[in-house]
């Protein structure tokens, strides 16, 4: 199948601070990006999908100017918690969609301090 | 967006066949099952998905009631890597507004004995 990626794999930060995540789809041109965040021992919860060049469409309950998504090509897309709490510690995922088939990212570990 | 029901979890030994069922009593003509599988700390991988007919592939195999109401993946041998939290999900098709958006529900924690 194809190949997402995430970078970084995990990291700290401190409480108040910006964290960036880089999302790529590797081998194929993804027309549609997603992101979710997966609390311990919970299922994935879409926060928001993006469009190449389009603003983001956030689920209901996500905070846009929180969770800053930019997608500025087909096959790069960053999630940016901004002033991050301990509360958005979590595990972020992408995923990348190709039409018909899409493919996840191996994940984001946040933690915040 | 249509939900699905399958049960919270269940077991297996290794080597035997498993059958993961999933009821989607409310699904549309134009949405897709497909099926996830995740392994902790990692993002999910794609597993198979399908419309109407029955699908195989090198993982699994989708078994889809004539009704569409319901659906069953099948796991022909088990292994101790198949051992993850199985997701049926309905996915609209892209276009539109849904952009083909997949809405995970709890899935079924799948164990495999040894």
């Known amino acids: 199948g194809a190949v997402v990626s995430q970078h970084p794999s995990w990291v700290i930060c401190k409480s108040g601070t910006s964290v960036k995540i880089e999302c790529r789809s590797l081998?194929?041109?993804?027309?549609?990006m997603f992101w979710y965040r997966q609390f311990p021992k919970q299922s994935l919860m879409l926060m928001a999908t993006?469009?190449?060049?389009?603003?983001?469409?956030?689920e209901q309950g996500v905070e846009k100017d929180k969770f800053l998504i930019n997608h500025a090509s087909l096959t790069l897309s960053t999630l940016t918690v901004t002033s991050a709490h301990p509360e958005d510690s979590s595990f972020y995922i992408c995923?990348?969609?190709?039409?018909?088939?899409?493919?996840f990212g191996p994940g984001t570990r946040l933690t915040v301090t | 967006d249509a939900k699905t029901t399958q049960p919270n979890s269940m077991e297996s030994n290794e080597e035997e066949p498993v059958h993961l069922p999933c009821n989607h009593s409310?699904?549309?003509?134009?949405?897709?099952i497909h099926w996830y599988r995740q392994l902790p700390s990692q993002g999910p991988e794609y597993v198979i998905h399908?419309?109407?007919s029955n699908v195989n592939n090198r993982m699994a195999s989708l078994a889809i009631a004539e009704d569409r109401k319901s659906s069953t993946l099948i796991l022909h041998r088990a292994t101790l890597r198949d051992a993850a939290v199985y997701y049926c999900?309905?996915?609209?098709?892209?276009?539109?507004?849904?952009?083909?958006?997949?809405?995970f529900g709890q899935g079924t924690i799948l164990t495999v004995h040894p």
């Open positions: 995923s990348a969609s190709a039409y018909y088939e899409q493919y």
């Open positions: 081998d194929f041109q993804a027309t549609t």
């Open positions: 993006s469009n190449e060049g389009s603003k983001a469409t956030y």
């Open positions: 409310t699904i549309s003509g134009t949405d897709y």
């Open positions: 399908g419309l109407t």
């Open positions: 999900i309905l996915r609209t098709r892209p276009g539109g507004t849904s952009y083909g958006k997949l809405t």
